[in-house]
């Protein structure tokens, strides 16, 4: 099978009708990107910096994150990396940062929230972040567990901070870095229209997605089967954002596991999704399924599935319309 994957290592991400898609790479640190582009991917959707913060004794320096930012974006030359900002809190605890035990850490002061109250700690990062994308001018910042507008506002204000202030040091720094945020919480699938005005891209991460959607735990192995991306009140969240991306005329991917299953393939497909992010394990997998789909198969089957009412018959349905 992986011999027989391997042809799709220097093709386009095509459809049938061939029609393009983007095929990025999640990854976690800069030693992965270099497996990402060995594999193929196109870019990287999704770069968890919490692992750079990991490990150690405290907050790594504005120079060793640019050097880490640096590296992904040389390895990935040509090609768009999308670094997300410190996702700390929920099941990522990072014990120097003094965080206070909580009772419902998933719902609690994790993510973008931590981060705009330590704007001392942000900085540093969005100073590496804009130093990092000077020399290609290939990276974009994505925030996570957005639920509001002043959360994007917030950051960005910070973001303009720390450009005047590189200004001023004759510092060199991405004067247009991109912005953008993960749609992964049901207050921002709901309101996407409105953080659409003021982000440059969405990236659906369906892993938090799900869990708060359908209010269970993804860690949870006693409520593991509530679980489910093909519950229709999921699958109606991910449609609602990617049209309403397009509508606004912003890029929208997908970071989550979602985007390698191949069930949900012609549903992405569809609906207009226009990139896929997946491990570096999963990049030829998904190149080869996309091929196999023309898109008015994929919309048949995706107004089909949307028509049923329960998960189980969902995940039913696409199961045996998959194609591998
Ligand atoms: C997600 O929530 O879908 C996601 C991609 O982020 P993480 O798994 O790191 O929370
Ligand atoms: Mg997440």
Redesign the pocket.
Known sequence: KRALLAVYRDRETVDADGKRYGLYA?IGSPAEAEAAAATGAEGVG?F?TEFLFMDRTSVPSETEQMEAYQAVSRTMAGKEVIIRTL?VG?DKAIDYLGMDKEENPFLGHRAIRYCLDRPDLYKVQLRALLRAGAELRNIKIML?LVTSLEEIRGARALLEQCKSELESEGLPYDKDISLGI?V?TPAAALIADLLAQESDFFS??????TQYVMAVDRGNAKVEKLYTTFHPAVLRSIRNVIQTAKQAGIPVGM???AAADPCLIPLLMSWGLDEFSVSASSVLATRARIHHWRSEEAGQVAQEAMSLSTAAGVQGYLKANARD
């Open positions: 999640n999704l968890r996702d929920g996570p993960m992964e659906i991460g369906t892993n938090d997605l970071c989550g596991e």
